[in-house]
T-cell receptor, first 110, second 114 residues
Framework: LAKTTQPISMDSYEGQEVNITCSHN???????ITWYQQFPSQGPRFIIQ???TKVTNEVASLFIPADRKSSTLSLPRVSLSDTAVYYC???????????FGKGTRLSVIA | ETGVTQSPTHLIKTRGQQVTLRCSSQ?????VSWYQQALGQGPQFIFQ???????GRGNFPPRFSGLQFPNYSSELNVNALELDDSALYLC?????????????FGEGSWLTVV
């Protein structure tokens, strides 16, 4: 079973900032928080990963509060091409597979 | 482009048949994992191969089997196909089995069982 909970879907207009929040109440001390993006008919693509506080890369920002019970993926100024399913995962650093939930289906509207 | 290539991209099989799906991992990656993704669901872990040995398995029956070759490419074999096996099969490669490492997915093989 997925260890995370996130909204099933979200809609946004082009140019807006989108924040997708994920709760992972059972996160373990050694878990990392990772987000993947999946376009239709493609495999998931790694977006960003963090352990605590804030991480930023060229694609997104990831905000993790001190208790690490949730995380927020922030996509600045989304475009139509950001329409995809976004998955949050909490991963052990050991030999464990990725456990995906159903993800959040983001629809960007012109 | 992730450097992970899968073949075939699409195929149709009849119930009861057998299928082999292939995956070439990204250069330098010694770990390959296979996932099944049914329509509208997230990917589900089937198994992982690390240095040619199975290194973990999800909740899939024994008719799902795999191989990893010395060049770290991999095959997924499914025997006695059932209608519910229709799905996107994803291969993912990484440097080592630790899920903390960045994992790269291929574009998948669409299997339809009729």
């Amino acid at each position: 079973l997925a260890k995370t909970t996130q909204p099933i879907s979200m809609d946004s207009y082009e140019g807006q900032e989108v924040n997708i929040t994920c709760s992972h109440n059972n996160i373990a001390t050694n878990d990392y928080i990772t987000w993947y993006q999946q376009f239709p008919s493609q495999g998931p693509r790694f977006i960003i990963q963090g352990y605590k506080t804030k991480v930023t890369n060229e694609v997104a920002s990831l905000f993790i509060p001190a208790d690490r019970k949730s995380s927020t993926l922030s996509l600045p100024r989304v475009s139509l091409s950001d329409t995809a399913v976004y998955y949050c995962l909490s991963l052990l650093s050991g030999n464990t597979p990725l456990v995906f939930g159903k993800g959040t289906r983001l629809s960007v509207i012109a | 482009e992730t450097g992970v290539t899968q073949s075939p991209t699409h195929l149709i099989k009849t119930r009861g048949q057998q299928v082999t799906l292939r995956c070439s991992s990204q250069s330098g990656h010694n770990t390959v994992s296979w996932y099944q993704q049914a329509l509208g669901q997230g990917p589900q872990f089937i198994f992982q191969y690390y240095r040619e040995e199975e290194n973990g398995r999800g909740n899939f029956p024994p008719r799902f089997s795999g191989l990893q070759f010395p060049n770290y490419s991999s095959e997924l074999n499914v025997n006695a196909l059932e209608l519910d096996d229709s799905a996107l099969y994803l291969c993912a490669s990484s440097i080592g089995p630790s899920s903390g490492n960045t994992i790269y997915f291929g574009e998948g093989s669409w299997l339809t069982v009729v």
